[in-house]
């Protein structure tokens, strides 16, 4: 089973930027997608950035397509999500999970982390 620790999040101004990082254990590591998901108060959880396993091809959700970049380190066991010119609207939990591609959504698998606050005031 592949633990997840995210960290990096907090308070930013709009048009910042902040890098997360999600620290996994396990020495399978590099032979899993990985991904990023964020979940705003009272919303469901929803499906931001991936990165696939060994060619490292990289995917986005629209909203964040442009603004964010998704890389991973696999000799660190770390993926990261750099978020460049946050919006109020980028203000989330954001998670980190192993993912799939089931019937063309990105889905996390496993047990998820307690994710990390971002809060981008306007």
């Known amino acids: 089973q592949v633990q997840l620790v995210e960290s990096g999040g907090g308070l930013v101004q709009a048009g910042g930027s902040l890098r997360l990082s999600c620290a996994a254990s396990g020495r399978t590591f590099s032979n899993y997608h990985m991904g990023w998901f964020r979940q705003a108060p009272g919303k469901e959880r929803e499906f931001v950035a991936a990165?696939?396993?060994?060619?490292?091809?990289?995917y986005y959700a629209d909203s964040v397509k442009g603004r964010f970049t998704i890389s991973r380190d696999d000799a660190k066991n770390t993926i990261y999500l750099q978020m460049n010119s946050l919006k109020p609207e980028d203000t989330a939990v954001y998670y980190c999970?192993?993912?799939?591609?089931?019937?063309?959504?990105?889905?996390?698998?496993?047990?998820w982390g307690q994710g990390t606050q971002v809060t981008v005031s306007s």
């Open positions: 990165i696939s396993r060994i060619i490292g091809t990289t």
């Open positions: 999970n192993r993912v799939e591609r089931i019937r063309s959504a990105w889905t996390g698998l496993g047990s």
